[in-house]
């Protein structure tokens, strides 16, 4: 048996975002595998008193061979209690299910802080090749298992087939605006339709705003052609700390466009353009400036060959074939 935890807060009533709640849901239907949300408190007395209390009845009445954190968990100091807790009490691995890598952003003490985390775990469950190649060459020397990509539970019904119309063509990207400053110097030819908060005053011509909407609720409004990933300050290419962090990590929009059958616009450096490109599922650019130009050279043949290797790789983010995947290679590797 193998519990799946997710940390909660208990003053803001949370069950995580949509990627943890996601890995909740699909790891909850393997038959091995339970999930706990474990309360984790935030004031540096409760975080004492009782984030240490709440772990200890927790392996105590539930008892497994292994225990899956879902990784960034609160504090250093909070993971640190598991690991001591769980070796103290049983016999049982500790793995951590990564969801993002601070270390990639943190000052060089904060980064061997976590880095030794992570050494004192079983298995490490990553994005990607590159993710896995720079813990390695920070020496991490945990056995590490590649994610793929993350799944995403997707109620709303798959985008319907389109005729490739390049008089009409859109583009869609959602986030959290305030950071996503490339969008202040974009200049395309095609409408770039964007969600999400923190909107600014002004965008150039051809980019719209479109609202903000929950997770459950945005792929119902995503009619667009493709979605972009793309991030930092330029649109020459993926720049400064968000840029960069597109060499390491699985973007969760990624999912969400595949998962509604959209295929995807990507940086040509990001960790995921290599699957994007072996799939078929989008198209791989080093600059946006280039953008206008690859566009109005597809066909609508290749944009619907695009459109149905999107739909192939969606439909498996809806079953959570990824996170079933990694979570049975955990025993496998034994």
């Known amino acids: 048996m193998q519990y799946l935890i997710s940390a909660i807060d208990p003053i803001k009533n949370s069950g995580g975002n949509k990627a943890k709640k996601d890995i909740d849901f699909f790891a909850s239907q393997l038959n091995d595998t339970g999930v706990i949300h474990v ?21 105590k009445t539930h008892p497994a061979d292994r225990y899956i954190l879902q990784f960034p968990i609160s504090t250093p100091y909070v993971l640190r209690q598991f690991i001591e807790v769980i070796h103290k009490y049983t016999n049982a691995k500790i793995d951590l299910f990564i969801h993002d890598l601070p270390a990639l952003q943190l000052s ?57 119309d390049p008089a009409n063509f859109t583009i869609c990207f959602p986030g959290n605006l305030a950071k996503s400053t490339f969008l202040t110097k974009v200049n395309l030819s095609y409408r770039l339709n964007i969600y999400g908060p923190n909107k600014l005053d002004s965008y150039p011509e051809g980019i719209r705003y479109c609202g903000q909407y929950t997770p459950e609720e945005l792929p119902k409004h995503l009619t667009e052609d493709f979605g972009l990933i793309w991030d930092g300050n ?88 990824y996170t079933k995947h990694a979570l049975t290679k955990l025993n496998m590797n034994e």
């Open 39 to 59: 309360k984790i408190y935030y004031t540096r007395l409760q975080r004492y008193l009782l984030t240490r209390l709440s772990i200890i009845r927790l392996v």
């Open 108 to 164: 060089m003490e904060d980064k061997e802080r976590e880095l030794v985390l992570f050494n004192q775990v079983d298995n490490l469950i990553v994005h990607n090749q590159a993710m896995k190649k720079w813990l390695t060459d920070n020496d991490v020397k945990t056995n590490m298992i590649e994610l793929g990509l993350f799944d995403y539970d997707n109620e709303q019904p798959m985008q319907k087939k389109k005729e490739y």
């Open 234 to 321: 330029s649109t020459e290419t993926c720049s400064g700390t968000f840029g960069e962090y597109l060499k390491y990590n699985n973007p969760h929009k990624t999912s969400l466009y595949l998962s509604t059958g959209i295929p995807v616009i990507i940086w040509d450096q990001a960790a995921l353009a290599p699957l994007i490109k072996e799939s078929g599922a989008g198209i791989c650019i080093s600059s946006l400036t280039e953008l206008d130009n690859v566009l109005l050279s597809l066909t609508n043949e290749q944009y619907q060959l695009m459109k149905r290797n999107a739909e192939k790789l969606g439909k498996k983010l809806r079953e959570g074939y």
